[in-house]
Antibody
Framework: DVRLLESGGALVQPGGSLRLSCAASGFTFNNYVMNWVRRAPGKGLEWVSTITGSGGTTYYTDSVRGRFTISRDNSKNTLYLQMNSLRAEDTAVYYC????????????WGQGTMVTVSS | DIVMTQTPLSLSVTPGQPASISCKSSQTLLDSNGETYLYWYLQKPGQSPQLLIHEVSKRFSGVPDRFGGSGSETDFTLTISRVEAEDVGVYYCMQVKQTPLTFGQGTRLEIK
């Protein structure tokens, strides 16, 4: 059974840092592009970041570039999102999502982890 | 950036009736390789998003055949032939042709 399980969400003060994790199971993790998508309260889905299977190439939305870092440890089947210099507008549920080999769709999603940035 | 515009933003439908959602992109989503990178997702209340349609019109595994996708280049439509109570939630189109990847604003479907 293919599963993604996020963790690491918390309440953090503006300017603080947090690292999200996404534990993958049920598939050969290093073969797949992985992604982070967020949904702020009362808003729609927003793509955050993407990383290739090897980890060699990463992509970011403009609002997080330079503050967030996506990475993966293929030996641990885990995806990460290091979030620094957090702002109130980063408050959201963060989802990790897997992309299948044959498509650019996101076919499997985790249950999400809540990040709240507030003083 | 490619802007994705969905209409309507909300929809109230009687069970058994059809529904359709339009998604327009500010640039063509047709790639030079012939593929069109347009996707549809549904986020049901309290759940994670789920894939409905990939590459414009391909139904994802397990998605009921009452869901259909159509369109080309910049104009796309998600159609539900007969809405059921379990279809409530927010529907999003998404383009994956170029970064930043972008979603439409979302269309909230409720049952009358």
């Amino acid at each position: 059974d293919v599963r993604l399980l996020e963790s690491g969400g918390a309440l953090v003060q503006p300017g603080g840092s947090l690292r999200l994790s996404c534990a993958a199971s049920g598939f050969t993790f290093n073969n797949y592009v992985m992604n982070w998508v967020r949904r702020a309260p009362g808003k729609g889905l927003e793509w955050v970041s993407t990383i290739t299977g090897s980890g060699g190439t990463t992509y970011y939305t403009d609002s997080v570039r330079g503050r967030f870092t996506i990475s993966r440890d293929n030996s641990k089947n885990t995806l990460y999102l290091q979030m620094n210099s957090l702002r109130a507008e980063d408050t959201a549920v963060y989802y990790c999502a897997k992309r299948p080999m044959s498509s650019r769709a996101y076919d499997v999603w985790g249950q999400g982890t809540m990040v709240t940035v507030s003083s | 950036d490619i802007v994705m515009t969905q209409t309507p933003l909300s929809l109230s439908v009687t069970p058994g009736q059809p529904a359709s959602i339009s998604c327009k992109s500010s640039q063509t989503l047709l790639d030079s390789n012939g593929e069109t990178y347009l996707y549809w997702y549904l986020q049901k209340p309290g759940q994670s998003p789920q894939l409905l349609i990939h590459e414009v019109s391909k139904r994802f595994s397990g998605v009921p055949d009452r869901f259909g996708g159509s369109g080309s280049e910049t104009d796309f439509t998600l159609t539900i032939s007969r809405v059921e109570a379990e279809d409530v939630g927010v529907y999003y189109c998404m383009q994956v042709k170029q970064t930043p990847l972008t979603f439409g604003q979302g269309t909230r479907l409720e049952i009358k």
